[in-house]
């Protein structure tokens, strides 16, 4: 079964750092990488999405990468902005027989002050 | 509105008693999913539909939990005789499935809270 581990847990900064959120998964064997962004009470809101062919992906100030053979995937947010403050959950879509089940991490909490 | 909408956004009962939530997806998305959620925790896979056919189904989807997708349009996830361990966000999700790199858009929830 696939497990996904974020770290940190948490983590608080000052406004205008730029910040780097890790996930890691235990079986290589993933169809994609997804990273989504969560606020208070609300559903998930995609950013990024990495193929398994592909090592990144970029939007705006965010970039993800991703290192299937290390089972890896980073995510850099550059100039960071109270607004990006937010539970960042990253996930694996594995080669499984029908493509549907996503595997998430707990997420790591963003928090960026002024 | 074109995104995925849920309802009811909260709901509160009491054990024992069944509850049935319905998501609405975008409308030319054909995969539509359930997930589970609770505090701290990422979402947990429960279901998901193609179209009207149910493909996958989780562990964690008891025998008292029902997921319907008529028409392949709107779902419905049904939870009979709930218990205080059912209480959690469900999320409901879509996609246009187009091999399998398509993101997902996912609902505000029904926040389930069991007495």
């Known amino acids: 079964k696939q497990e996904v581990t974020q770290i940190p847990a948490a983590l608080s900064v000052p406004e205008g750092e730029n910040l780097v959120l890790n996930c890691s998964f235990t079986?290589?064997?993933?169809?994609?990488l997804q990273w989504f962004r969560q606020d208070p009470g609300k559903g998930l809101t995609s950013l990024l999405l990495i193929q398994s062919s592909q090592r990144e992906q970029t939007s705006g100030r965010l970039n993800a990468s991703l290192d299937k053979s290390s089972g890896r995937s980073t995510l850099y947010i550059a100039a960071s902005q109270p607004g990006d403050s937010a539970t960042y959950l990253c996930a694996a879509l594995d080669r499984g027989s029908t493509l549907g089940r996503l595997y998430f991490g707990r997420g790591t909490q963003l928090t960026v002050w002024p | 509105d074109t995104g995925v909408s849920q309802d009811p956004r909260h709901k509160i009962t009491k054990r024992g008693q069944n509850v049935t939530f319905r998501c609405d997806p975008i409308s030319e998305h054909n995969r539509l999913y359930w997930y589970r959620q609770t505090l701290g925790q990422g979402p947990e896979f429960l279901t998901y539909f193609q179209n009207e056919a149910q493909l996958e189904k989780s562990r964690l989807l008891s025998d008292r939990f029902s997921a319907e997708r008529p028409k392949g349009s709107f779902s419905t996830l049904e939870i009979q005789r709930t218990e205080q361990g059912d209480s959690a966000m469900y999320l409901c999700?879509?996609?246009?499935?187009?091999?399998?790199?398509?993101?997902?858009?996912f609902g505000s929830g029904t926040q389930l809270s069991v007495l």
């Open positions: 999700a879509s996609s246009p499935y187009r091999g399998g790199n398509e993101k997902l858009f």
């Open positions: 079986d290589s064997a993933i169809y994609n």
